[in-house]
């Protein structure tokens, strides 16, 4: 029951970065990690709803800039000993192009 | 086939190995652990609670079943290992088991010294050791009425305040004059056993044991001198044995311990040994710390990393009576051509005393008040040189540690629901519940678990007392080694000096050079490698924004909401009405919802917009402002008073000069925050002595002033020099700058690493060494060619923009 979206060339998101995609209703980050796997997660940390778009990415994980929570891109959960997750789409990179299932 | 690792003895020691060795390469091993007691691995140092009835085992079990299991250790308790057969490669236990190893790790503990006086093996005599020692005197206790405690030392003091917590009568009998002798002096010995006595704790000092009376069960004890005592019930505590006897059955080479080397290897190659029953360049330890740093390495070298080395521990030691503050570390008994510091109020029962050597700490005792014992351990195990600060040293660390908190600092005395971290509303018990709940035995751990001291870190010395006094012994003093972060083992100054010495130019090189952890690095190691490699090679190393924290990558504050701050350079705090002018259009055309004067002297625009933020920073752009890097680990303002041009009472133009300070300076980047000022007179209305670099002008000149900190722990500046011309405090100052960039460690601001490396050192490289501070100031000028072009402009003007425009879609 998903829909492919086309957002954005893989080269306009920067490695070890992310995008924000703003949607009607909610703000997604889309992540790029070094070897160019892509994750999406809900824009906002379990903890305090901070920006994780605007984190650093390390592997496959996240630090949120407000509190530092790590989350894991894969789950979109907390690393211990921090508790909460966050919501989770699934992407795909096919030619070059990033898609987004919403 | 995975290799088999067994371990002998399931204590704190070996378990803690398996812990690091898990953290390292989880695979390697297929482990199986035999442990003699019945019960699975518990915190050994917190059987005085126990005893006491403040804890239950339950409490003190680190590690339950479940833990074994789902690291896939097998586990057999109560069945302690007999035999080693080195040939065939495999342990023999009582009941007959057998399990043969690739690698075998000894962890056999110690055992109590039972004085082998006449009758020390009839029912009721005991060592104070294990769960077991703690029943039957838990047991004693409910059915005899008089206890003896042979070793007036920690654990005999313990066990003794124990037993009377349980309604016994209990004297303590004790060889020497004084109690506690291997870590106290005479007056603080002389205080605890007051202390102790006013709780009706007996005392028989130099005294002998000469013979155990009684039937079967004691009756009481005979001494030297003839004179007798009755007894129900007697603990021997004078000492522990490291227990070798297994070692030394198999032909391993033992002394008084299995002798190992700094790997922690013992002659047997394939047989490594950790905790109490080893002896390491002579040395056996009791204390958990220095067991600790050797679970570390022995991990190390079972995970065939192989470079870790243990070279022998400083510890220190703390009584876990509770009501009795008492600490002691390193050589308390000063020797010929030592110095003491001696602080004493014996109305208010405190007492400290340091032994001083060249000017640094050898020794610490303190009764009473132990707030500042971690403090000056740490002081201890660095050699730093307390000149500086030696007038006011017996004080303790008000200005550096526990701001905030005023006269709270002694951390027992606070109930349990005092806050202890203000940042995240952390009370002390709930960090008292995290540590004793969760098995935690480091301030990194308490921070991850409850958040307390994670933010400003103003409460870290609490929480370190806390810490210390919970856990006791048990308490992991923050190494002398410090990692950068969990992704090497390597020190920021380790690592600026490879950068340095190995010319390495970048990221991956510096990760690859020390063997990091983590390919990616992380969020606390990314930064601070950006900053050394930018600072290193200005001109040659390309920054990284996917390295930076937000606020550096946006070029702007992030706030709570997500918007951003904006904050314009305004030089020397000075500006036009058309420049406040063009501020007042911005704001109103981006409906900036807020704006405020900063204490930096300049304007904030609050509530940007990301997107809003090139279009905002044109404006401004074009009205002549560059960034006032208000966001960054940077120069921030130069703060200034209105000088002799205005003020009646100024001797010189410290706004001018403040101008030229900021033109000198803006725009490089730092370890943390920079900020300067200049005071036109010394009625110092700029506030330049608590700043990082503050002028204030006399008649005759300027005076510089160093490492001062308005923020969480005020510090005052210390005075390096007075000179005479402006562009002496220009040059002065660009040196000072330089040397702190590329010397303190990230995220150190200058009054800490002024603390840290000394004033002196810093008089020496910038005022009387003239040919390096004009090579400092040199190398900042060039960096400065390369640090001076706006941020601002350059975005406004389309780079990164990716950064700052959102993908837009519709939803479906």
């Avoid at chain 1, 790029?32 to 778009?53: E, I, M």
């Avoid at chain 2, 701001?403 to 202890?420: F, Q």
């Avoid at chain 2, 008073?641 to 980047?669: H, I």
Wanted: charged letters at 25%; one cysteine or more.
């Amino acid at each position: 029951m998903s829909n492919w979206i086309e957002i954005a060339a893989l080269e306009d998101i920067p490695r070890l970065g992310a995008r924000v995609v703003k949607t009607d209703t909610m703000d997604v980050a889309v992540f790029r990690t070094r070897d160019d796997q892509v994750f999406a997660l809900k824009d906002a940390c379990p903890h305090k709803q901070g920006p994780l778009s605007q984190g650093i990415v390390s592997g496959t994980t996240v630090t949120c800039p407000m509190h530092n929570w790590k989350i894991d891109l894969e789950k979109g959960c907390a690393l211990g000993p921090d508790e909460g997750c966050t919501n989770v789409f699934r992407t795909k990179v096919e030619n070059g192009k990033v898609y987004l299932a919403i | 086939m995975k290799e088999k690792l067994v371990l002998v003895g399931n204590g704190m020691a070996g378990v803690r190995t398996l812990e690091e060795l898990l953290k390292l390469d989880p695979e390697r091993y297929e482990i199986t652990v035999f442990g003699a007691e019945p019960y699975p691995n518990y915190n050994r140092i917190m059987l005085s609670p126990v005893l006491a009835g403040e804890k239950t085992v339950d409490d003190i079990i680190l590690n339950d079943r479940d833990w074994y299991e789902s690291n896939g250790i097998t586990l057999h308790t109560g069945d302690p290992v007999v035999r080693i057969d080195r040939a065939a490669r495999k342990v023999i236990t009582e009941s007959g088991l057998e399990a043969g190893y690739d690698r075998l790790l000894l962890a056999t503990g110690s055992n109590p010294f039972i004085i082998p006086v006449p009758g020390h093996d009839k029912e009721g005599v005991i060592g104070f050791r294990d769960i077991a020692d703690v029943n039957t005197m838990l047991e004693a206790s409910k059915r005899y009425q008089k206890a003896v405690v042979i070793g007036g030392g920690l654990l005999g003091l313990e066990a003794a305040n124990g037993l009377m917590k349980n309604g016994m009568d209990v004297t303590v009998v004790h060889l020497m004059d004084i109690l506690m002798e291997r870590q106290l002096d005479r007056p603080a010995a002389e205080l605890l056993k007051q202390s102790l006595e006013e709780r009706g704790m007996k005392f028989l000092m130099e005294t002998q044991t000469a013979e155990v009376l009684g039937d079967d069960r004691v009756s009481g004890l005979k001494f030297a001198d003839g004179s007798e005592i009755e007894a129900d019930l007697v603990v021997m505590a004078v000492g522990i044995r490291p227990n070798i006897e297994l070692a030394q059955t198999a032909g391993i080479h033992c002394e008084r311990g299995i002798v190992v080397n700094d790997t922690m290897q013992t002659y047997d190659p394939r047989i490594y040994a950790v905790g109490e029953c080893v002896q390491h360049r002579g040395l056996t330890y009791g204390l958990v710390a220095p067991l600790f740093e050797q679970a570390k390495v022995a991990a190390n070298h079972l995970a065939q990393l192989g470079f870790a080395r243990y070279e022998g521990s400083v510890t220190s030691t703390k009584l876990k009576v509770t009501g009795i503050d008492l600490f002691s570390a390193g050589e308390f008994n000063e020797q010929e051509g030592d110095e003491t510091l001696v602080l004493q109020d014996p109305a208010a029962g405190v007492y400290k005393k340091l032994v001083v050597r060249d000017n640094r700490i050898k020794g610490a005792v303190l009764y009473g008040d132990t707030m500042d014992g971690t403090w000056y351990f740490q002081l201890l195990r660095d050699g730093t040189d307390i000149s500086a600060f030696r007038s006011t040293i017996l004080f303790g660390q008000h200005d550096l540690g526990d701001a905030g908190h005023g006269d709270e600092t002694r951390v027992a005395a606070l109930s349990d629901d005092a806050e202890i971290c203000g940042c995240n509303g952390v009370c002390k018990g709930e960090i008292i519940d995290a540590i004793v709940t969760k098995g935690l035995f480091t301030l990194d751990d308490v921070k991850a678990h409850t958040k307390a001291a994670s933010s400003c870190g103003s409460c870290t010395g609490l929480v370190e007392a806390i810490l210390a006094s919970t856990v006791g012994d048990g308490y992991d003093a923050t190494p002398s080694k410090k990692p950068l972060c969990g992704c090497t083992e390597y020190s920021h100054d380790e690592v600026i000096a490879g950068i340095k010495e190995h010319q390495l130019k970048t990221m991956d090189a510096v990760r690859s050079f020390f063997e990091w952890k983590n390919p990616d690095g992380c969020a606390a190691c990314r930064p601070a490698l950006n900053y050394y490699l930018l600072a290193y090679w200005p001109g040659e190393y390309h920054d990284d924004p996917q390295s930076r924290f937000i606020n550096e990558r946006a070029h702007g504050n992030i706030q709570k909401d997500g918007t951003y701050s904006v904050v314009p350079r305004m030089f020397g705090g000075l500006c036009t009405p058309a420049e406040l002018r063009a501020i007042a259009d911005v704001a109103e055309k981006y409906n900036v919802p807020e704006m405020k004067v900063t204490g930096g002297q300049r304007i904030d625009l609050f509530g940007i917009k990301k997107e809003d933020l090139p279009a905002v920073w044109k404006d401004l752009s074009e009205a002549g402002f560059v960034s006032g890097h208000a966001y960054g680990k940077a120069l921030r303002t130069v703060k200034t008073c209105a000088g002799k041009n205005w003020c009646r009472f100024g001797t010189q133009d410290s706004t001018g000069l403040g101008v030229k300070l900021e033109e000198l300076t803006w725009g490089s980047w730092m370890p943390h925050k920079f900020k300067l000022a200049v005071s036109g007179c010394p009625r110092n209305c700029a506030e330049a002595t608590i700043k990082d670099f503050g002028v204030v002008c006399v008649d005759s000149g300027y005076e510089l002033h160093v490492g001062g900190n308005g923020g969480i722990k005020v510090r005052v500046t210390d005075l390096l020099c007075k000179v005479e011309t402006e562009e002496e405090v220009l040059e002065y100052c660009g040196a000072f700058i330089q040397k702190y960039r590329e010397e303190a460690h990230y995220l150190e601001r200058t009054a800490p690493w002024v603390e840290r490396v000394g004033l002196d050192y810093i008089k020496q490289a910038i005022v009387e060494d003239e040919a390096q501070r004009k090579a400092l100031y040199e190398r900042f000028k060039y960096s400065q060619q390369f640090a001076q072009i706006d941020p601002w402009k350059q975005r406004a003007e389309g780079e990164e923009a990716n950064e700052f425009q959102p993908i837009k879609i519709t939803a479906a």
